[in-house]
């Protein structure tokens, strides 16, 4: 089995960053275009930002220029840099992986907190 684990979610004020990490652990697996989802109360789940095995990375108009999606392979590990964070950014963030086992499998991350406010 392939386990997705986030961290980084905290509360912080309009004009911070945060960094968060989504880690993905299991035996026997390659991991190809890692991505960010969130999900504010009341809305659908957006994609946010996403990063192929290539390194191609592609972001939601509304993040672009303030988040960076970044991965380090050696680390099975994709990253989201947050900066100038407003209070719109507020939500619960999911990390997800299309992974090669024997099969290709959309993981998902249990999600984590970012909270944006003064």
């Known amino acids: 089995q392939v386990q997705l684990v986030e961290s980084g979610g905290d509360l912080v004020q309009p004009g911070g960053s945060l960094r968060l990490s989504c880690a993905a652990s299991g035996t026997s697996f390659s991991i190809t275009t890692m991505s960010w989802y969130r999900q504010a109360p009341g809305k659908q789940r957006e994609l946010v930002a996403l990063?192929?095995?290539?390194?191609?990375?592609k972001y939601a108009d509304s993040v672009k220029g303030r988040f960076t999606i970044f991965r380090d392979n050696a680390k099975n590990t994709v990253y989201l840099q947050m900066n100038s964070l407003k209070p719109e950014d507020t939500a619960v963030y999911y990390c997800?992986?299309?992974?090669?086992?024997?099969?290709?499998?959309?993981?998902w991350g249990q999600g984590t907190q970012v909270t944006v406010s003064s």
């Open positions: 997800n992986a299309l992974i090669i086992r024997a099969t290709m499998t959309l993981y």
């Open positions: 990063i192929s095995s290539g390194d191609s990375t």
